[in-house]
Structures are given as C-alpha cells and as structure tokens.
C-alpha cells in the first residue's frame, strides 16, 4: 500500500503542477456552475439539486478522460514509464496509484460544488440525504470514466488519441440505452445495464441502488485489469 500511495503523490504532483489540469478543472467547474443555476431557474420551486445530477454523466464524460489522457500517453513518449519499471513496483500498483491520484482530484473537484447545495439550504428545508446520494453517485460514475480513461490512455502514447478513444468509450457507454430501440427485449435490457446514465438516473433522485454500485466497481475493475494487461504487454 505504502508504494501505491507513492505514486498516487507522485500524480497529484504532477497534476497540480500542470496548467492543463487547472485549466481543466476551471471548465469542469464553469459548466456544473451553468448547469446549477440553468436547472435551478427551470425549477425555481423545487429545492433540489436533482437537475444538477442528471446532466453529470454527460459533463464527466468530457472532464475524466482529459484528466486521465496523460497518465500513460505522456509516460510513454517520455521514457518515464520505462524508468518506472527500475522501480519496486509492479504495474498494477503504478495503475491503481494513478487512479486513486485521480479520484482525490476529482473529489476536490466535486468539494468546489458544495457551495450548490448550501445556497439552496439557505432558501428552504433541503433534502440532505438526497444530496449526498447524488454526490456518492457522481464519485462512482466518475470512478468508472476515470478507470476508463486511464485505459484508454494506456493504449497509445498520443495524448489526443487517448483522449479521442476515452471520449468515445465514455459517450458510448451514456447513450448506449438510447441506441438501442426499446422493442428489442432482451438486447435493450442488457443494452441499459450498460448504460452509465441509466444508473445514474435513480442516484439523481437519491436512491442508490446496489446493482448500481455493483455496476460501476465493475466498470472500475474491468477497465484498471485491461489497463493492467495492456502495460505489461507494452514492457515485454
């Protein structure tokens, strides 16, 4: 744990030393601004940040990959993941700490929004419990694209392509329920499991569901395996 923790550091250093991920950061930030006070006005009588939940798995589908498309592209065309493996550490910890890196940025990230809810406490009586369901959900669903985008990042050493091939995966995955018609039985049941925003529709209203959250730690350690591979396979 003690290596792992080595390099989540590592990353974190490398992100907060990185105009890239302020200017990322800064966008994430400005569009859920937006979409808070948009959804906010169209529902001026409901105090609910319910609106706010739903169009997350759309925004983070832009903000995890850009986050993410340096993580081994970059490590690549430098030469420094070569010199990570002098290191004792093996490839699934260096992956693991890249993620974990990303999720503490992401939960700084989603600490910037609390001022949301907060406003909305002021007007009225503010269902809390709701609130925080819809944060552990956001964590999840942006632990899935996070994991997805380190994948996607780990299949090249071209940070655009990374973040071209982790944009398609993560909007594949929002709209997949859509692309399939409703008269297809079976196949558009299995179609919206796999779907990212069709968990995510009964987080948004504060309800988690347990398949929901088997279904994003499935995400999350399917895509951090294939990650995994995909490294070891590029060293030999």
Same mark, same amino acid.
């Given at each position: 744990?003690?290596?792992?923790?080595?390099? +989540?550091?590592?990353?974190?250093?490398?992100?907060?030393?990185?105009?890239?991920?302020?200017?990322?950061?800064?966008?994430?930030?400005?569009? #859920?601004? !937006?979409?808070?006070?948009?959804? =906010?006005?169209?529902?001026?009588?409901?105090? /609910?940040?319910?609106?706010?939940?739903?169009?997350?798995?759309? =925004?983070?589908?832009?903000?995890?990959?850009?986050? +993410?498309?340096?993580?081994?592209?970059?490590? &690549?065309?430098? @030469?420094?993941?070569?010199?990570?493996? +002098?290191?004792?550490?093996?490839?699934?910890?260096?992956?693991? @700490?890249?993620?974990?890196? $990303?999720?503490?940025?992401? $939960?700084? %990230?989603?600490?910037?929004?609390?001022?949301?809810?907060?406003?909305? /406490?002021?007007?009225?009586?503010?269902?809390?419990? #709701?609130?925080?369901?819809?944060?552990?959900?956001?964590?999840?669903?942006?632990?899935?694209?996070? #994991?997805?985008?380190?994948?996607?990042? /780990?299949?090249?050493?071209?940070?655009?392509?990374?973040?071209? *091939?982790?944009?398609?995966?993560?909007?594949?995955?929002?709209?997949?329920?859509?692309?399939?018609?409703?008269?297809?039985? $079976? %196949?558009?049941?299995?179609?919206? =499991? !796999? /779907?990212?925003?069709?968990?995510?529709?009964? *987080?948004?209203?504060?309800?988690?569901?347990?398949?929901? %959250?088997?279904?994003?730690?499935?995400?999350?350690?399917?895509?951090?395996?294939? +990650?995994?591979?995909?490294?070891? !396979?590029?060293? &030999?």
């Amino acid at each position: 744990m003690h290596k792992i923790l080595l390099i +989540t550091r590592r990353e974190l250093s490398r992100y907060f030393n990185s105009f890239i991920a302020y200017a990322v950061v800064v966008l994430f930030l400005v569009i #859920a601004g !937006a979409v808070f006070w948009t959804t =906010y006005f169209d529902e001026i009588s409901v105090l /609910s940040l319910q609106g706010f939940f739903e169009q997350a798995p759309l =925004y983070l589908a832009f903000f995890a990959p850009a986050i +993410t498309m340096a993580s081994f592209a970059e490590e &690549r065309r430098a @030469g420094t993941l070569e010199l990570m493996r +002098t290191l004792p550490v093996s490839n699934a910890q260096i992956v693991v @700490g890249k993620f974990l890196a $990303t999720m503490v940025l992401l $939960t700084v %990230v989603f600490a910037m929004t609390l001022p949301y809810p907060y406003t909305l /406490s002021l007007l009225g009586d503010l269902d809390w419990g #709701a609130v925080a369901a819809g944060y552990v959900g956001l964590l999840l669903l942006g632990g899935a694209y996070n #994991a997805i985008g380190l994948m996607a990042s /780990s299949f090249t050493r071209d940070q655009v392509v990374a973040i071209l *091939i982790g944009f398609t995966l993560c909007f594949f995955l929002y709209f997949l329920d859509q692309l399939v018609a409703p008269a297809s039985g $079976t %196949v558009f049941q299995l179609a919206e =499991y !796999a /779907s990212t925003s069709f968990h995510f529709d009964s *987080i948004a209203r504060g309800v988690i569901e347990v398949r929901s %959250v088997v279904y994003y730690l499935s995400v999350i350690t399917v895509a951090l395996v294939i +990650t995994t591979v995909v490294v070891d !396979a590029s060293q &030999r």
